[in-house]
């Protein structure tokens, strides 16, 4: 068991809302990644946090955006759903310097569908 | 720009058989290489890494893998599987960026599956 949780499991919205979805590190792991794995792909890196900044980001609009908090809890907020945005959400957690990743724990994801 | 490659996007084999997941890499700088295994509905838990030292690294559940710096590759194999090795696997590689942090860049998965 990782440690890693996330909230809610499963998600629907209609397009053009909002969602904010939960992360819950590891103890002890100050840095957490988010990515989206669509149905049939790989997960692709969203962006990063440590320590409460954001430290790197993918190829993603700004209608993605994120917070960490002084516990390293972390959240993701989508605005604007299209429904392109239906995908499985991973939250990762890891520790070290910068987030160095020499091993990351995942979240079991929250599967967001859009209609 | 870095990519990663699974040649395979579906294996099936039979129970008790041999295996081998193919991965290719690129990358102008070093990197760290994971394999992941993703059961469904579930999360990604990690089966193996490279991060340096002996290129023959042994994970979990009997799976190894061996980092080969000049075809830039990281196979994955297990000697003998089982019905509860069905799932999805997924090759990655971790970057390091230079505004000092790590991108980690996985391929699309190779879907095995063990036949009884």
């Known amino acids: 068991e990782t440690g890693v949780t996330q909230s809610p499991t499963h998600l629907i919205k209609t397009r053009g809302q909002q969602v904010t979805l939960r992360c819950s590190s590891q103890?002890?792991?100050?840095?957490v990644s988010w990515y989206q794995q669509a149905l049939g792909q790989g997960p692709q890196f969203i962006f990063q946090?440590?320590?409460?900044?954001?430290?790197g980001r993918g190829n993603f609009p700004p209608r993605f955006s994120g917070l960490q908090f002084p516990n390293y809890s972390s959240e993701l907020n989508v605005n604007a759903l299209e429904l392109d945005d239906s995908a499985l959400y991973l939250c990762?957690?890891?520790?070290?310097?910068?987030?160095?990743?020499?091993?990351?724990?995942f979240g079991q994801g929250t599967r967001l569908t859009v209609v | 720009a870095q990519s990663v490659t699974q040649l395979d996007s579906q294996v099936p084999v039979f129970e008790e058989a041999p295996v081998e997941l193919r991965c290719n890499y690129s990358?102008?700088?070093?990197?760290?290489l994971f394999w992941y295994v993703q059961y469904p509905n579930q999360g990604l838990q990690l089966l193996l890494k490279?991060?340096?030292?002996?290129?023959l690294v042994k994970g979990i559940n009997g799976f190894e893998a061996e980092f080969n710096k000049s075809q830039t590759s990281f196979h994955l194999r297990k000697p003998s599987v089982h019905i509860s090795d069905t799932a999805e696997y997924f090759c990655?590689?971790?970057?390091?960026?230079?505004?000092?942090?790590?991108?980690?860049?996985f391929g699309p998965g190779t879907s095995l599956s063990v036949i009884p």
């Open positions: 990762a957690s890891s520790s070290g310097y910068r987030g160095r990743n020499t091993e990351a724990f």
């Open positions: 490279y991060l340096s030292g002996s290129t």
């Open positions: 946090y440590y320590r409460e900044e954001e430290n």
């Open positions: 103890s002890g792991h100050n840095t």
């Open positions: 990655a590689v971790s970057v390091r960026m230079k505004t000092s942090y790590d991108k980690v860049i």
């Open positions: 990358s102008s700088v070093s990197v760290y």
